[in-house]
């Protein structure tokens, strides 16, 4: 089945570009989405791309997506300490013909130093 | 706000209980998912119903059951409770069932077993 992988940490200083990465398996995937989640709270929605697309950009954030090489990433433009949080990637895949669902990573939680 | 509410925020009880998660999903949204959050095996998708029926199965325990009612919101139902089951558990709703629409999530129910 689907498995999506992200490293588990990312440093950086506020007012630097944050770059989180992430690779899935299933070529078939069609949406691939971002979440953030901050301590205590759900998961937000911030963006997704349609694998059709290879680029999708909205105000400080921007997607890439290589489908070659499976390979999704969120720069995070003027990162600031606000932007602290676990950032979750997501693949929705339908194994088996079924109805589809979303296969999450296990985050990448970033941390940003004044 | 996602605007999907989940009651309550926490739930302690003791193994072999049984506990119900409610969920209301946003205004106008018909289908409703739910995930369990835990260190170990992250964010894994449960069930998945769209204007009462069930629509997709994920990696949901014989335990546990879930209903979607003529109003749309949604119970989880958790039975013989054991210490493994602590965890988050979110709800998330979308406008349709279809092809990866978005998924917006509430801010969760941690469940402690004792």
């Known amino acids: 089945g689907e498995d999506v992988e992200q490293s588990l940490f990312l440093s950086v200083r506020e007012g630097d570009s944050s770059v989180i990465n992430c690779t899935y398996t299933?070529?078939?995937?069609?949406?691939l989405y971002w979440y953030k989640q901050e301590p205590g709270a759900g998961l937000q929605l911030l963006t997704y791309i349609f694998s059709n697309m290879d680029m999708k950009q909205d105000q400080r954030l921007t997607v890439l997506l290589n489908k070659k090489d499976k390979h999704l990433s969120l720069r995070i433009a003027d990162t600031q300490t606000g932007d602290s949080a676990i950032y979750f990637c997501a693949a929705f895949t339908t194994p088996g013909g079924s109805q589809g669902n979303l296969i999450f990573g296990k985050g990448t939680k970033l941390s940003v130093k004044p | 706000d996602s605007g999907v509410t989940q009651t309550p925020k926490h739930l302690i009880t003791a193994t072999g209980q049984r506990v119900t998660l409610r969920c209301s999903p946003r205004?106008?949204?018909?289908?409703v998912y739910w995930y369990q959050q835990s260190l170990d095996q992250g964010l894994q998708f449960l069930i998945q119903?769209?204007?009462?029926?069930?629509?997709a199965k994920g990696n949901i325990l014989e335990r546990f059951s879930a209903q979607q009612f003529p109003d749309l919101h949604s119970e989880l139902n958790l039975s013989s409770l054991e210490l493994g089951d602590s965890a988050l558990y979110f709800c998330?709703?979308?406008?349709?069932?279809?092809?990866?629409?978005?998924?917006?999530f509430g801010d969760g129910t941690r469940l402690s077993i004792l």
């Open positions: 998330a709703s979308s406008v349709a069932a279809g092809l990866g629409q978005p998924q917006h």
């Open positions: 119903y769209y204007n009462g029926e069930e629509r």
């Open positions: 299933d070529s078939s995937s069609t949406y």
């Open positions: 205004s106008g949204d018909l289908s």
